[in-house]
């Protein structure tokens, strides 16, 4: 695993973000594509339907990403994780601590059900209350209940696929080092 000062063994094309709901992964994968001249697609978008309910075509619409030659994408939804993966040449995970994941994703929800934001086909964030009503289809209590996921798939991912080069980042600021060292180049293979 590769820290936020190693380089990396190649120019990645097709990149996977990693990280607990509320890391920013989806920001950060977009900030990467731009950085690294990738199209990024918001793997969010791609699963959630109106009424926030799966949509039929998110497997086809997975297949149909990875066939691409350059992309980047949030690893995420276990319908797709093997299939991103098997395509991708490069991982960064997101390993930032909880209490911090937690507080951004409280600011977001709050923020996206105050300002009525529209997300994907359609969708709001649910009412606020939804976290004490909804216990089992609440973003906070699924972060909680999750929050440790990647600690236990990302060394599996490792042992399997010695080939992918896995960046871990531990912090914002961390993140901002390594996003900087790829946009001088200090990181990148030639």
């Known amino acids: 695993m590769l820290g936020v ?37 918001e793997i969010d978008g791609l ?18 990403l990875v066939a691409d030659d350059a992309w980047v994408t949030e690893w995420q939804y276990r319908a797709a994780r093997e299939t991103l993966l098997d395509r991708a040449e490069l991982l960064v995970w ?35 209350r939804s976290f004490f009503t909804a216990p089992d289809d609440n973003i906070v209590r699924w972060a909680i209940s999750t929050r440790h996921k990647y600690r236990a798939l990302i060394p599996d991912v490792a042992e399997r696929r010695p080939d992918l080069a896995i960046v871990r980042l531990g912090s914002p600021a961390e993140t901002r080092r390594w996003i900087g060292g790829i946009v001088r180049g200090e990181l990148l293979a030639r």
Request: net charge positive; proline share 12%.
């Open 47 to 64: 699963y959630h339907g109106p009424h926030w309910t799966p949509r039929p075509q998110f497997s086809d619409e997975v297949q149909a």
């Open 94 to 128: 997101l390993d930032f601590p909880f209490p911090l994941t937690l507080r951004r994703l409280l600011q977001r929800t709050v923020r996206r059900r105050i300002r009525r934001e529209v997300l994907w086909h359609g969708n709001v964030e649910p009412p606020l």
């Open 5 to 41: 000062g190693d380089p990396l063994p190649l120019r990645p094309r097709r990149v996977l973000v990693a990280g607990v709901t509320g890391s920013g992964k989806s920001t950060f994968a977009a900030e990467l594509g731009g950085v690294l001249d990738l199209p990024y697609t």
